[in-house]
Every structure is written in structure tokens, then in C-alpha cells.
């Protein structure tokens, strides 16, 4: 019986995790790929420490240095889950040029290098596992990569971070916006410094791995129309519940559209959205993830489940692991890199979400609503509750459909308007 | 640029849509797998019509007879979609034991010979995809046989028969079980024989494939305890609703308990179950395919999609025709088929729900209830609505968890008492 040698770099919660299940599952892991699979190194700062704490034998060499791993003999496959961003990239690249075989969880290094990892991966012969990065223990990547390959995908809409779907779902309850973040900080759903999650950025970076799979071309994390969810208040919450029958959701998504033998194209953004409330999405609570996919052929398809946490990273680890072993066993030459054309960035049109701030002063109203129709936009429902205070009354309107340049041409002239504060909140409408 | 020639047995509304796609997708395809798709053959009764009909070139061979395509020269894989048993067996050894690839969407035949089939293909090398064969397009298999191949699966718990989700939908909403099955006849989602999917068959055949995919050892269909629908009256879909707060749901379910090292056991069976209104599979509507799957490090994780119909079950079939393409160009040997030892049929604790019809005379609510106290089995809740037809009174009890075997043992003796209907309703609660 062959074996697969491993070095595990990053003996944090996913990693401790991963070198636990090794060795605790060693017997049916070995069933399931026809292969021992042997922890050769492990490598971390403190890797003395954590490998008396994991109780690993004298055999299993530790290591301090990353860039020792990539030439380390007697090694098939690392695992790399360092965390950071340069160490990690100096690793895999080397890993990949010299045609070893490399699983990470690193989303925002794959988001960011994708281009050089993969033409690293091509020179070398070197193989690139990623499943962990997007969505934890849910295989959508396998899924759009694999089982999907055979159909068109029109669509993905993720809610892909736990930590504001978490704090979304208490604001929904009723906790003010510091509160729930709190609330996430004290469960270790959210870091110390969210600005990452919040801001939508790491939802960004893996709807740019998601899109850059689907469409073979890489679409840069700066592509991706980008925002967080910090001007959502509780007030937002409640008209969309009470008067739209609709949920605040942060969703990344990547939209393909037909192209009709013309050059693809591709629509990705992140942001707040209005979800209908009987919308599979809107059921999605708490810190779990959900992926809809939408394929010319399957239709809509949802995949479930924890986004984040070391049982589902390592359970996606592993599955990787597996995956890497069965290539090595085969010895077949890795599969020629699929490269696509690279889409064209495009819009479509979308029903629109705003809440303003206004002085209470005649004919606010009126130039609001004339900024709107001057760009030919047309308002669905408009609001000004009574009884508040007249240095800043809100006005919440929701647009019909409009392209997000003239909604975008519209607001400028709006927040310039006087007596309106620059403060507001903008979402889109799910339809 | 290499070429993989294809043949589609069965031009019925799969088949026609699977050749339809691998045309017009033909250049997708092509970038996906990094070589040509070429259709090679068609086999049908009727080929020479349905080839007219596809507009297929006079370069696709048209045969009529299944059995000429396994040594058919010049073709690479044979694609599988005849439907029926006998033919589709004796194409598909055929091809295994020769070497040649095969895609299949056949559940029912993998379900009963599955033993067979992977001997077959031991033997001769020969690759078989059934993707399509459980849920339609939802793409469960790899991710139970891949992507969650490193972690332990606890139970699979699946909406798998889309006619039946359906019918259970419209009686929630009031219809008769009659005219239910009418409405999904006329929609073209029940067959004019329906017993298949109302006796819980179709589903039983799915978990069987579920299973022996899990466990590596086949289980056969015939070890599924099996129950289907055609008990359940609207009397249960309200009294489910109103008192209990859940939803009755066709659930096809394979639990593997965890074995410590001794023999690994399975408890495998389908039935009618009563599930909380808030659990996502209540939320599974009208013909939609859910799977629940329970993972040891994952944790709960859900595919949702439409588990019939042409585009759906042509998406899974053209995904594993592309896997199948992947492993052909590889040249790779096929890897060693996991086997795992066969695992002990087990049973697990159960609440249950049961619908008696009585006389209404003096004693027979405390026959019944004796009857169940006698083996130690603990009523929940009981309901003897008022104001029936005196001729068969209804009555409705929930027990504690209790063992299918004494609950089973129970039932007998309550069966058995005068005044007590043979006709009832058993469902299980899940948790």
C-alpha cells in the first residue's frame, strides 16, 4: 500500500483540528483512498509547544519556518493554513513551481494572487485545493467546479460571512448594531477588528474566487462593487420587516449573463440586500452560510450549512486532502488550467432601497422626488413617518428597476440637496 | 486537441435534452474539459425518428438495438438513459466488463444491482457515473463520495420523491389525497401508475444507493424499511399542523451510529415523518428534492434543488460525462474501489404518532393505552376529537421515544382488540 506524506503548516484552530482528525480518522481515511496517508511535518512558531499538545509522535518533524516546508524531502502534499498573507504566498508558490501538490483555506491570498498562483501551478505542475475558502464545510466549489460543470451558470448569491449574517440576524431581534457585534465578539464569531467582515470585504474576496472559477478568468476583489453593512440601523430592519415583507441580508453575488457567442460578461457585487422573506435565503439565520446557485439546466439550487469553525474548515481540508491524494495516486499529469476569456464588468437594472436624513422643512420632499425623476427614475413606495425629531426626519423610499449608474447619479444630487444629511443607507431589492 | 466519442442509449425526454446540450454547449464543453465531446451513436427504438427530430447530422450512428453498443467501435462511454431494467443491465455490464466508460441516470438498477455493477467494473476497468440517479440535479453524490469524503457522515436525511413532496404540499393546503394525485398526474409529475413513488419504493431505492455510496457495502433495497403515503388523510395534515406544529413529509433516511471499532451498523428507512414546522426540510416544497446531510465535523449541511425533469437530470448526466471525460484523458488506472465491511441493519428510539379508528363504546381508549403501557411505551399526547360519525371515532396519540420493534409489537395487540379499525396511520416524529 502506497503513502501520502503531508506537512501541515499553521497549528491554529483549523490546523490543530486537521492534525487531530489525521490521526483520530487514519483508519477510514486510508479506506476511502487506497493509500496510507502519513503526518510527516508540521510547522508553526510555537511548533514544539503544539505538537507535545496535539500528542504527536517523535517521528512527525516540527518545524519553525514556512519557507523551509516548500523543499522539505520526503513531503507529498502541504497544507497550508498559516493565516496572513506573505508567508503563506511565498509557501505555495514555491510549493507549486516545484510541482508539489498544496490545500489551503486562505481566501484572501487565493482572491488576491489567483492569477500567479494558478501560472505557478502550470509552470510547475504543482496541484491547488482550495474548498475551505469559500463557505467552510459546504462544497460549492466542488460543486460549480465538478458536478457542474456541464451546465451554465446564470448565477451565485451567497451569504458567505457568518459574523454579519450572525450579528444581522440579532439586529433583526431587536439589538442595536454595537450591541450584536458585541454579542459576536464575546461567542468568537467576529475579531476584535471586524472592519474585514463588516465592510464586506471578505465577502468580496470569495465572490471573487467564486466568479473567477465559474468564469476560468480571474476577476480582482477590487471588481467586485463592494459594500459593508455599517449604515444598516435597526430602523431599516423594521421597515423592511413590517412595511416590505423583507429581510436585510449581506449577499455577495456574481451574475452571468447569456453572451450570445460575445465576449462574456460578468456583474459582482456585495452589499446589504432586501430579501423576500419566504426567499430560501431569508431563512438563513445565525452564523450559518448558503450558497443559491442558479444553472440554465438544475435550475435553483441551495447549498446550506456552518460557514466557519474548525470542524467545518477541516472537514473541507480533508476532503481536499483526499481529493490532492487521489491525483498523486494516479500519477496522471494535472488537467490542462481551464482560461476563459476575461468577462467585461457589466450592471443590470435593480429595484432600490434608500433612507435619507432631512431637516423638516418644506420642499425636501419634493426636490428629493425631482432628483429621482429628472434621471427617470420611478418611485415604488415612499415614507415619512411622523413624530420625529425635526433636525433629522428619515424618508425611506424603495425605486422601481433602474441601472445603478443613474440610481448612483440620482443619490449624488440628492445628498447634495440642502437639508439633507450625507448620513443614509442604501439597498438593493432580491426580486 | 483529443476527442471523446460518446454514445446516448435512450432518446426519451433525458436523453433528447442530454444530446440537445452536448450540442449546443458543444464549445463550453470543450473549454471545460480540454478536448472534444463528440457524439458518436444514438440508440432508440425509434432512433432514426428521434434523430430527424434532434437534427443530428448523418455522421451520429443510429442503432435500435441497446445491445450492438457496448462493442460498438469507436466510441469512448456510453451514456445510459434507456430506462427499465433488463436491457439497461446487460449494456451496462457489458460496457464495464469491457472497459468502457459509463454515465447512468438508472436508480432503480443501481439500487438492485449494485453488487454487480462494481463487480463488473473491477473486473473489466470500466468507470460508472450515476450522479443523476439520487435528486436529480442536485449534486449530492460527489458530495457525500468527494468533497465529504474526509469526514464521517452521521445520517443522511432526504426529500427524495418529488410526485409525493408535491402531493403532501397540496393536502397541507386542503386538497384530497385523490385530487392531489390527480393535479401532479396532469402536471406530468406522477406517472399514470404511481405506485413506485406512493409506496415509498422510489425512495427506498435512493437511500439504498445513499447508503452503500456512504458505507461502501451495498444495502439493499429490500433492508430499507419501507412505508409510503397512501395512509396519510388530510385528518393528519391538520392535526399535524394545528396540534403538534409540524409538517408531514415522504423522508427517505440512512443513520451510520458511530461503532468504536466494532462491526459498523446502518439504520436505513422511509417513511412519512412529522417534522417541526421550523426545520428546513418543512420548508421543501411541491416537487422540490432536499438532503440533509449530518457530518461529524461539518455539521448539518443542506442541498436543495429539483430532484426531476429533463434539464435537471441532463445537468447531473453532462457533469459526470465531463468527470468521466477528466478520468478517460487522465489515462489513469480506475482507483481501487473502496469496500467496506457489510454494516449490521440497527434500529434506533423513535417518537411515533399514530391514527386509530374506533367504535365509540366504553373501554376501548383504555384497551388501547393498556396495550401500549404493557410494553413500557409512553403516551405524549392524546386526542379523541368529538362530534364524529359514532361508527369510527379517531383517535390520535404521540409516544415518547420508544424502540420500532416494541412500538411495532404494540401496534399488533392495539390491532387486535374489538372495536379497533384495522385501518390507521403511523408516522414517525423527528426530532
Redesign the interface.
Known amino acids: 500500500m502506497r503513502t501520502i506524506r503531508l506537512a501541515v503548516a499553521g497549528l491554529g484552530v483549523v490546523g490543530s ?1 486537521t492534525v487531530r ?1 489525521l490521526r483520530s ?1 487514519r483508519e ?2 486510508c ?2 483512498l ?1 493509500a496510507r496517508l502519513e503526518l510527516a511535518a508540521v510547522c508553526d512558531r510555537r511548533a514544539p509547544a503544539a505538537a507535545r499538545r496535539l500528542g504527536l509522535p517523535a517521528s512527525v518533524r516540527r518545524l519553525t519556518d514556512p519557507a523551509r516546508l516548500a523543499a522539505l524531502p520526503g513531503v507529498d502534499a502541504v497544507v497550508e493554513l498559516l493565516g496572513g498573507l506573505g508567508a503563506p504566498r511565498r509557501l505555495i508558490l514555491d510549493c507549486l513551481r516545484r510541482g508539489r501538490g498544496v490545500v489551503t483555506a486562505n481566501k484572501r491570498l487565493l482572491a488576491h494572487s489567483w492569477d500567479e498562483l494558478r501560472r505557478a501551478a502550470a509552470q510547475g505542475g504543482g496541484r491547488l485545493h482550495f ?1 475551505a475558502s469559500v463557505a ?4 460549492i466549489l ?2 460549480l467546479d ?7 451558470i446564470e448565477a451565485v448569491y451567497g451569504i458567505l460571512n457568518g459574523t454579519t449574517n450572525f450579528i444581522l440576524t440579532r439586529m433583526a431581534e431587536g439589538l442595536e448594531p454595537a450591541a450584536a457585534l458585541r454579542r459576536a465578539q464575546e461567542l468568537g464569531l467576529a475579531e476584535k477588528n471586524p472592519t474585514l467582515d463588516l465592510s464586506g470585504q471578505d465577502t468580496a474576496d470569495k465572490v471573487s474566487i467564486l466568479a473567477s472559477l465559474v468564469t ?1 478568468a480571474w476577476l480582482r476583489p477590487d471588481q467586485v462593487r463592494t459594500q459593508g453593512i455599517q449604515e444598516i440601523g435597526l430602523e431599516d430592519m423594521v421597515f423592511a420587516e413590517t412595511a416590505l415583507g423583507r429581510r436585510v441580508k449581506l449577499l455577495g453575488v456574481a451574475r452571468f449573463p447569456a453572451h450570445d457567442g460575445r465576449e462574456p460578461r460578468v456583474e459582482a457585487f456585495v452589499g446589504p440586500a432586501l430579501v423576500p422573506i419566504e426567499h ?1 435565503l431569508a ?1 438563513v439565520q445565525d452564523e450559518f452560510n448558503a450558497v443559491l446557485v442558479r ?12 460557514g466557519a ?1 474548525a ?2 474548515a ?6 481536499d ?3 490532492l491524494g ?1 491525483e498523486l ?5 494535472p ?2 488550467q ?1 482560461s ?1 476569456p476575461a468577462p467585461r464588468l457589466c450592471d443590470s437594472d435593480c429595484a432600490f432601497y434608500l433612507r435619507l436624513g432631512a431637516l423638516d422643512r418644506p420642499g425636501v420632499l419634493s426636490a428629493v422626488t425631482a432628483a429621482l425623476g429628472r434621471l427617470g427614475i420611478s418611485i415604488a413606495t415612499i415614507n415619512q413617518p411622523g413624530g420625529c425629531d425635526p433636525k433629522s426626519v428619515p424618508i425611506i423610499l424603495t425605486t422601481h428597476r433602474t441601472s445603478p449608474g443613474t440610481f448612483g447619479r440620482a443619490l449624488r444630487d440628492i445628498l447634495a440637496l440642502p437639508n439633507v444629511s450625507r448620513r443614509h443607507t442604501v439597498m438593493r431589492l432580491l426580486p
Open positions: 483540528e482528525l480518522r477510514s481515511l479506506r476511502r487506497g474548498e467552510g464545510g459546504i462544497p466542488k460543486a465538478l458536478s457542474l460543470a456541464g451546465d451554465r476560468g430560501p431563512a444553472a440554465a439546466s438544475a435550475g435553483d439550487l441551495m447549498f446550506y450549512g456552518r469553525g470542524g467545518p477541516a472537514s473541507a481540508v480533508l476532503g486532502i483526499l481529493a487521489r495516486l494516479s500519477g496522471a499529469a488537467a490542462a481551464r476563459g
